[in-house]
Nanobody
Framework: QVQLVESGGGLVQAGGSLRLSCAAS????????MGWFRQAPGKEREFVAA???????MYGDPVKGRFTISRDNAKNTVYLQMNSLKPEDTAVYYC??????????????WGQGTQVTVSS
């Protein structure tokens, strides 16, 4: 059974940092694109970042220059380092995976999400 399990969320003050992790299991994701999305209350799900199997990266405009996505294929894990956090970054963050492409669409697998709350 394929699973994506996020961890690392929590409460942090504005200007602080958090690192999210997403551990994949059930099969090898080394050749997949891994992504992060977020959804705040009352808002649509928003693309945050993605990383291809070869390390190419893509970011949503609101997080460029503050967030960094990375992966460790040996551990089947993807990370999201979030710096200079703002209250508007508050959301449930989801990990996702797909077999082709780098963009924000057509993800096949999704995690359950981890809450990130940034206080002002």
């Amino acid at each position: 059974q394929v699973q994506l399990v996020e961890s690392g969320g929590g409460l942090v003050q504005a200007g602080g940092s958090l690192r999210l992790s997403c551990a994949a299991s059930g099969r090898t994701f080394n050749s997949d694109t891994m992504g992060w999305f977020r959804q705040a209350p009352g808002k649509e799900r928003e693309f945050v970042a993605a990383i291809s199997w070869s390390g190419n990266r893509m970011y949503g405009d609101p997080v460029k220059g503050r967030f960094t996505i990375s992966r460790d294929n040996a551990k089947n894990t993807v990370y999201l380092q979030m710096n200079s956090l703002k209250p508007e970054d508050t959301a449930v963050y989801y990990c996702a995976a797909k077999t082709t492409g780098l963009g924000s669409g057509n993800y096949n697998y999704w995690g359950q999400g981890t809450q990130v709350t940034v206080s002002s």
